[in-house]
């Protein structure tokens, strides 16, 4: 619905607000394209990293989606103990989140226990995590000065 100013109503006069909607208009008309864009291209060449002169990217597995839960792998080890089900079984049920391992073994063996699947997951069910590099940051007020620029010479 549009915003409309009620009779008598004097409003304030802020200038943040062309900025403001500026930045929504590009995220919401171009930030999903640009996402869909890099994550294609990463998908296309089976890259999990990328970067631009100002910025690095991860491509990462959503892993399903909804609400989260999991089983706590004690409890269930503890049903191969009670030999409720077999090691087979424990085993095929589990998955092993890698980040954990970091603290007691190297990258080189994890590395050499990790099963790297052979075509990468569909590019819908990745997430595209960016940041900007390490010693970069955005010069706020001349990006404003720059988009401003733009909405007048439109």
């Not at 619905?1 to 909607?21: E, Y």
């Not at 030999?83 to 890698?98: E, G, N, P, W």
Request: charged letters at 25%.
């Amino acid at each position: 619905m549009a915003i409309q100013i009620p009779q008598g109503v004097t409003p304030i006069t802020d200038s943040r607000l062309n900025l403001l909607k500026t930045i929504d208009a590009i995220a919401a008309n171009y930030s999903d394209r640009l996402k869909g864009g890099i994550k294609s291209a990463m998908t296309d060449k089976k890259a999990r990293f990328a970067q631009s002169e100002f910025a690095i990217a991860r491509l990462q597995s959503r892993g399903g989606g909804g609400a989260s839960s999991w089983i706590d792998p004690k409890k269930l080890y503890a049903l191969v103990k009670s030999r409720k089900i077999t090691l087979d079984q424990f085993l095929s049920a589990v998955c092993v989140r890698s980040k954990p391992l970091e603290v007691f073994m190297s990258q080189n063996q994890i590395d050499a226990i990790t099963v790297t699947s052979t075509a990468p997951p569909a590019e819908e069910q990745m997430s595209l995590f960016a940041e900007l590099k390490p010693g970069v940051s955005v010069d706020f007020d001349r990006a404003e000065a720059a988009i401003l620029g733009l909405l007048r010479a439109a």
